[in-house]
């Protein structure tokens, strides 16, 4: 069982490029989330998904978009990057929330510097 | 105002002692609550969770939740230096699909 699956685990962009994220799950949850994480800090939240064709933003969602074509994967596209966006994202799934919810599964996180 | 609160720490505590970890959150509607733990370099990782007011006791951890005060706090019994990470409150708001993390508390626990 793969879980929570993100490539690449390490990235260096150069100031405007883009690049996307991956993140796939095999455990056919609804909610997918990505976050960001500074160092010394806690997780941001960026965008996040209830289900297939549907996204909403989160606290820092801006340089980055989302999709969410599929159950499974859910990418996170930065587009001209910029070095406030050097961090670790996570990305993560559940299968429920709300009142008896269930665990959320957190990727190995991916590391991208921008410079 | 920030969704999530914790004390900033780091806190440092001697092997066997109690480690208080402290959060506020500022939605009065939320409905669940989570201590995660993350080890450096790692992703987080699920400990305690809790819906209700009152106590959640689970082996050496104790979760308890005020919401009333907007309270969730986190208690580590018998503190290991294994249980030295950074910990993470987090809490679901009245948007269901959104999870809010605090910034998270430093623990060190010295042998």
């Known amino acids: 069982n793969a879980g929570v699956t993100q490539t690449p685990k390490f990235r260096i962009l150069k100031i405007g490029q883009s690049m996307t994220l991956q993140c796939a799950q095999d455990m056919n949850h609804n909610y997918m989330y990505w976050y960001r994480q500074d160092p010394g800090m806690g997780l941001k939240l960026i965008y996040y998904?209830?289900?297939?064709?549907?996204?909403d933003k989160g606290e820092v969602p801006n340089g980055y978009n989302v999709s969410r074509s599929t159950t499974e994967d859910f990418p996170l596209r930065l587009e001209l990057a910029a070095p406030s966006q050097t961090s670790v994202y996570f990305c993560?799934?559940?299968?429920?929330?709300?009142?008896?919810?269930?665990?959320?599964?957190f990727g190995e996180g991916s590391w991208l510097t921008v410079v | 105002q920030k969704e999530v609160e914790q004390n900033s720490g780091p806190l440092s505590v001697p092997e066997g002692a109690i480690a208080s970890l402290n959060c506020t959150y500022s939605d009065r509607v939320s409905q669940s609550f989570f201590w995660y733990r993350q080890y450096s370099g790692k992703s987080p990782e699920l400990i305690m969770s809790i819906y209700s007011n009152g106590d959640k006791e689970d082996g050496r951890f104790t979760a308890q939740l005020n919401k009333a005060s907007q309270y969730v706090s986190l208690l580590i019994r018998d503190s290991q230096p294994s249980d030295s990470a950074t910990y993470l409150c987090a809490v679901r708001g009245s948007t269901l699909g959104r999870l809010y993390f605090g910034r998270g508390t430093q623990l060190t626990v010295w042998p």
């Open positions: 993560a799934s559940t299968s429920r929330v709300g009142q008896g919810e269930n665990t959320i599964y």
């Open positions: 998904s209830v289900g297939a064709g549907i996204t």
